[in-house]
């Protein structure tokens, strides 16, 4: 190609590009990335067909003025989930602590309570899980095993892997449930605890209590506390659909939506930290059992630091 045509073809992509480095942007940023990379290649392309060095020249200022935009802005989104993490998430934790009290109660109330109830009517069990579910959880938990928890799979990726997908399925179903009129996010935060705490309270009943808590006391606090907050998220939602004040009910849900979700990105991290440890922690059996409780209540202590404390000081400031 000709370089009339080939200028011909490109010049409204690169004074788009041009435009929008120098503060006129007439695209999205989010398309940044691959007008850079179309822009790069474009110059190599007239750097290896021997355009003029006027192109070649302008090209590649772009390219370098693109990269320090390019690489700058996802320096300050690194800044930004940094900043959430450290700051922007507990305190919308704390602000959103009615909803994250209301949530917490659907949850650990009946988890709690089906734990003490199975220690001194074990068979009630029968009538909250299958037979099948009980003798497969007779085998994860069986003091006998080499590795305790799953045993589809040996290799505790092939494990991390299964236990995000199960983590974010629960996560989702529970946050997505609010749309129902919060009703959907209500049954997801009753129907897990009264799976959990069935199996809680059974497997302690029949003697696999060490295996059991030493298995999921690493990961508990960050596992259990994401499904509250992403009921906690869910209601949110519901909230906006049931009551929505003086706004119509779309604009009230739009409006709720920017701290659900922000709340549900959190929840998410949460899990995705908790299947971590559920896959590479909670299964090592030469661990000892005091040290994995010892560190399962120092992270429940961490958490419950973190959601009281951290933030305060920048949001004082």
Known sequence: MKQRSFEAAHAREWDEFEHFLDGRPSFDAAELPLRYRRLCQSLALAADRQYSPRLVDRLSRLALHGHHVLYRSRRRQSQRVLE???AGFPRLVREEWRLVAAAGLLFFGPLAGLIAVLQQFPEFVHYLLTPEQIARFHAMYDPANR???MLEADHSLMMFGFYIWNNV????????G?????????WFLGANAVVIGAVAGYLTQVGYSETFWSFVAGHSSLELVAIVLAGAAGLRLGLAVIAPGGFSRR???VAAAKPAVRMM???ALMLFAAAFVEAFWSPLTEVPFQLKITVGLAGWGLLLAYFGFAGRARAAG
């Open 169 to 176: 399925r629960i996560g989702f179903q529970t946050f997505a």
């Open 265 to 267: 990105y959190g929840a």
């Open 147 to 149: 590795r305790i928890g």
């Open 84 to 86: 959430f993490v450290l």
């Open 178 to 186: 609010g749309l129902l009129f919060g009703v959907g996010s209500a």
């Open 251 to 253: 604009s009230a849900l």
